[in-house]
C-alpha cells in the first residue's frame, strides 16, 4: 500500500513468493519493469494489467509454477522459465486479437523436467520477430528446439544453446515428414550454435539444409549420435570458428 503513494516512482524490480497475484497488483503493474514470480499464483488480469503498462516489462522470470501463466504477457523483452515441473508446452494455441513475444529479446528455459514443446499451433507472422538469444538447459523431454514452421520467423536470432537435454533428436524439425525432398532453412543473423550433452541428437536440421551466412561459432560437446555430415550447415563466412568437437567418427 505504501508504494501505491509514491507518485513519482518510474519503475519497480520486484520478487514475489508463494503468494496470490492478483487485483492488489495492478496498480504497481503499470511501473513494474522487472518481475519474477517464485510459486506463486497469476491472475489473468494481472497479464492484461503488465501489457497496458506504458513502461515495458522488460525482464520477467517465473520459477515453480505448475502449469507457468494463464497467457504471456505480449510486452516482455526477456524471458526466464525454470523448475516449472509441469509445464509440457509453454504456449498452445493463440487468440486471434494478442500479439505473441514481438518484443522479445532473449528466452531462457531450464529445468523444465516435463516439457515436450515450446509452440503447439501456427506461429503467427511477427511472433519471435526480435528474439536473439535462445538458451535450453535441462529440458530432458523436449525432443527439438524449432517445431514445424517455427524456424522463419527467427530472422534476427543470433544464439541457440541447447544443453543436457537426453531426448533431443534435432534441433528444427523437418517441414514435411518422410519427404525425400530437402530444404533449406535460413538463419541469416545466427553467430553462435553450441550443442552440449545431447545423447540422442542425430540432426540439426532434420530433411533439410541450415544456411548461417553469419555463424562464426560452433561448439558440439558430448554429442556421440551427431556425426559431422548431419550438420547440413551451409556456410557463406570464411570465419566460422569451430570452437571444440566431439563428433562421432
Known sequence: MELYHLTQLTSLHICFKDMVISEWFKPLAEKTVQLALDNCIVMKDVIEALDKSQN????LEIFNESQGL????????????????????????VVADRDYFT?????????LSKLERIWVGPVPQNCFSQLSKIHIEHCRRLKMVFTKGMSGVFN?????????????EVIIEAEEEGSNISG?????KLERLWLISLSTLT????????????????YVYDCPKLKKDPLHLRITDDQLHIIEEDLSE
Open 156 to 168: 534476427n536470432l543470433r544464439s541457440i544453446t541447447a544443453e543436457d537435454c537426453h531426448m533431443m
Open 70 to 93: 494463464p497467457y504471456w504477457p505480449t510486452c516482455v523483452e526477456h524471458l526466464r522459465i525454470e523448475s516449472c515441473d509441469d509445464m509440457e508446452v509453454m504456449l498452445k494455441g
Open 103 to 111: 518484443k522479445l529479446k532473449t528466452l531462457l528455459l531450464e529445468d
Open 184 to 188: 533449406v532453412i535460413s538463419f541469416p
Open 56 to 59: 515495458p516489462l522488460k525482464r
Open 203 to 218: 540432426d540439426v536440421c532434420s530433411n533439410g539444409i541450415l544456411h548461417c551466412p553469419r555463424l562464426q561459432e560452433l
